[in-house]
């Protein structure tokens, strides 16, 4: 890795036919970085994820993601990363027991291992009298919290969250972002991406995509300096304006 460099991208493109989605894209995030890529609905950042996570295939660039190239090592990237999207994240019809057992198999974990990470995860989460209910009954807070935890079951080096946060009530939020401090002072890199601009003022540093382009990259405090503004929600509305 590029001397702590967890995610070095450089020039990095998606083409659909005529349509560009991801624009010639270049940053690095560091080991330990909460990382904010922000940006519209349709702005690119979901696609620039799955490049990253070693789902789709770069038109053009270069990308390394824990050391592994996207062309090349998709299948090490995914080995060592956590992933969690808004939408799908755990099964509604197993058990929160069997979400955990089940993802800590896929993850290549050993039966003590799993029983181990599954105790202490319940434990933290407080979800003892929750173990044996199917997810489909908890609340999307604790959902949410669950996913979160369960990516992380194999102790990977990046974890990549996609809006995370989308459609959740304003106290489980901060909670979730709690979450996220803990992991980072841990060592863990969190990638994350979010359309809520306060929730930027949360990120070590972030990046606004405008129209498949970052068209910003800095702080959040050195960002509003730059933009002379006292919010982030100030900036990203500056930019979408031109």
Known sequence: MDNQNVIVVENLTKKFGDFTAVNNIT??????????????????????MKMLIGISSPTSGNAKVAGFDVYKNAEDIKKNIGYMSQKFALYDDLTVKENITFYGGIYG?????????????????????LINELVSSLPLGW??????????????????????TGGVDPITRRQFWEMIYKTANKGTT?????????????????????????????????????????????????????
Do not use: W
Not at 143 to 164: R, Y
């Open 27 to 48: 940053f690095k995030v560091k080991q330990g970085e909460i990382f904010g890529f922000l940006g519209a609905n349709g702005a690119g950042k979901t696609t620039a």
């Open 109 to 129: 974990l050993s039966r003590q291992r799993i029983k181990d990470k599954r105790n202490q995860l319940v434990e933290e989460l407080g979800l003892q009298n």
């Open 190 to 242: 969190v990638f994350v991406t979010t359309h809520y601009m306060d929730e930027a003022e949360y990120c070590d540093r972030v990046s606004i995509m405008v129209d498949g382009k970052i068209e910003a990259l800095d702080t959040p405090k050195k960002l509003k300096e730059l933009f002379k503004v006292g919010s982030m929600n100030d900036v990203f509305l500056k930019l979408a304006r031109g």
């Open 143 to 164: 959902k949410q919290k669950l996913a979160f935890s369960v990516a992380l079951l194999h102790d990977p080096k990046i974890i990549f969250l996609d809006e995370p």
